[in-house]
């Protein structure tokens, strides 16, 4: 992952409008000293004037409309909710890749969006260390309250997951780069003339298959081979050595044709051993990998697909 945008903590002070010109007048008389005798006037008509711009909209918060949660409410505008949205759907991002994918590089912007989310109590933003070179990553993830108003935004699929809060800190630099390799993928089946409909992440597939074998564990040999088997077809997914394998990301997408389709990724990381990965390839999942910078850096997105003759070398 690329090195952390560092984020203040308060929002930048707008610049005050620049007031217009005065009409023309005859030029104050001036007293002792060489104050100008109507200096009081001048302050009064600047005062008029603050008290003008503060019963105007704020350049801040127009366009933003009350959303409730959970008892309270709260303001947003339009793209704070699309990025409450996005943040929910892959539980956690690092915020260079917001900057990079939502906001169009507008660093004040995001910025200003991101302390406004976390100061309502919506967003979670915490910076990590990763890499040999302990780089600094800034990563976000929602609220239980921000989980919850993302849920309400109707744009989103019906079944789409929302999640909220951070996995386990030796997982987090591979869930923050499940989102990149989405970009990479999505801009493809978009080229193509798809749409996207939902993303699943392995969280939930993993509480699909695991729940329902669960129940089967009192079963004999055969009998809870011929479930597992059931179990993977009902969810599209592979058995490979005895075991339901497990994407990290499913996009499921609309053909330009019209039809349901989809595709399993997987990341691979600098951790994963060759026994690892060749499964993860068996089982026909499509694989990116992290390729380092020349300056040793920490890890930055290559966005290659890793096939099984690259894995095999």
């Known amino acids: 992952m690329s090195r952390g945008y560092n984020f203040e903590e308060r929002e930048e002070r707008e610049q005050e409008p620049r007031p217009q010109a005065s009409p023309e007048r005859t030029p104050a008389s001036r007293g002792h000293g060489g104050a100008t005798a109507d200096a009081p006037a001048r302050d009064r008509t600047r005062s008029r004037r603050q008290r003008l711009q503060e019963r ?3 350049p801040r918060t127009s ?9 309270r409410r709260y303001e947003l505008t339009a793209r ?6 996005e943040i929910g759907r892959f539980r956690t991002i690092a915020t260079d890749d917001l900057l990079k994918h939502r906001y169009a590089g507008k660093a004040g912007a995001l910025r200003k969006d991101l302390v406004h989310m976390q100061q309502q109590g919506l967003l979670h933003r915490r910076s990590i260390s990763v890499g040999k070179n302990r780089d600094t990553l800034v990563i976000v993830a929602l609220t239980r309250e921000g989980a919850e108003i993302a ?3 109707e744009k989103l699929p019906e079944q789409q997951s929302i999640y909220s809060g951070f996995v386990k800190p030796a997982e987090v630099p591979h869930d923050a780069a499940i989102y990149p390799m989405y970009q990479v ?3 493809g089946i978009e080229a193509r003339g798809g749409t996207i409909r939902r993303v699943v992440l392995d969280y939930e597939l993993k509480k699909e298959v695991y729940s329902k074998l669960a129940r089967e564990r009192d079963a004999g040999a055969l009998e809870y081979s011929r479930r597992q088997r059931e ?9 490979v050595d005895g075991k339901i394998a497990l994407p990290d990301l499913r996009i499921e997408y609309e053909t330009p044709e019209g039809d349901l389709d989809r595709v399993d990724l997987e990341l691979a990381t600098e951790h994963y051993h060759r026994g690892h990965m060749a499964t993860k390839a068996r089982a026909g999942f499509k694989m990116y990998g992290f390729v ?3 300056r040793g850096r920490s890890a930055q997105w290559e966005g290659r ?3 099984a003759t690259v894995l095999s070398l």
């Open 151 to 153: 849920r309400q935004d």
């Open 292 to 294: 380092s910078t020349s």
């Open 185 to 187: 993928e999505a801009a």
């Open 63 to 71: 366009g933003r409309t009350e959303v409730r949660a959970l008892g």
């Open 305 to 307: 697909e890793l096939t």
């Open 56 to 58: 105007l909209p704020d």
């Open 80 to 85: 704070e909710r699309d990025t409450l949205g």
């Open 231 to 239: 179990i993977a077809d009902e969810q599209g997914l592979p058995v």
